[in-house]
C-alpha cells in the first residue's frame, strides 16, 4: 500500500526543486525574473508543506533577502561600471527609463535594446563625441554580465537553502 502523505511531499519537493531550476536557466534570459521564480517557489513550498516551522521561516527569510538583493544587483552593477566609464547621472537615468519605459509599452526585449541606446544617445548629446559614448556603453554591458553572474550565484545559494529546508 503506498504511503500516500510521502508520495505527495515527494512530488512537492520534486515540483519545487523543478520551479527553482527553471528560475536558474532562466536567469540567462535578461527580461525573465528568475530569482522571483525561484522566491514564488520557496513560498509556495512553505505554504503547501504545511506552513513555516522555525527553521523554515529562518530560511525563507535569508532567500527573501538574498532575492531582493540579486534583484536589485542589476541596476547597482550597470549604473557602477557606466558611471566609472564617466557617465553622468542623468545619462544612466535615461538608459533606465529608456529600458522601462520601452519594455512597458512594447516589450521587454526592446527594453533591453533601448537601455544601453538610451545612454549611448544621452550621452552622444552630453560629450558630442560617439567614441567616449560607445565607451560608457561598454562598460555598462559589463556591469550587466557582472551582475549575471552575481544572480546566478545568488539563485544557486537560494536554491541550496531551499534544499536544506526541504531535505534535512
Do not use: C
Amino acid at each position: 500500500m503506498l504511503n500516500w502523505p510521502l508520495v505527495g511531499a515527494f512530488l512537492l519537493q520534486w515540483l519545487t526543486l523543478t520551479f527553482m531550476l527553471i528560475g536558474l536557466v532562466g536567469l540567462i534570459i535578461p527580461v525573465f525574473p528568475g530569482l522571483v521564480v525561484i522566491w514564488l517557489a520557496a513560498l509556495i513550498y512553505g505554504i503547501a508543506a504545511g506552513g513555516f516551522d522555525t527553521k523554515g521561516w529562518i530560511i525563507f527569510i535569508l532567500i527573501s533577502v538574498l532575492a531582493l538583493t540579486g534583484n536589485i544587483i542589476d541596476n547597482i552593477f550597470m549604473g557602477a561600471k557606466a558611471r566609472q566609464s564617466g557617465a553622468a547621472w542623468i545619462s544612466i537615468w535615461v538608459s533606465y527609463a529608456a529600458g522601462i519605459v520601452f519594455s512597458l509599452v512594447f516589450t521587454p526585449l526592446i527594453g533591453l535594446i533601448a537601455s544601453p541606446f538610451g545612454l549611448f544617445i544621452s550621452e552622444l548629446i552630453h560629450r558630442r563625441n560617439w567614441r567616449p559614448a560607445l565607451n560608457t556603453v561598454r562598460a555598462m554591458l559589463i556591469g550587466w554580465g557582472w551582475s549575471f553572474v552575481i544572480r546566478l550565484i545568488i539563485g544557486v545559494i537560494m536554491t541550496g537553502l531551499w534544499m536544506v529546508w526541504a531535505w534535512t
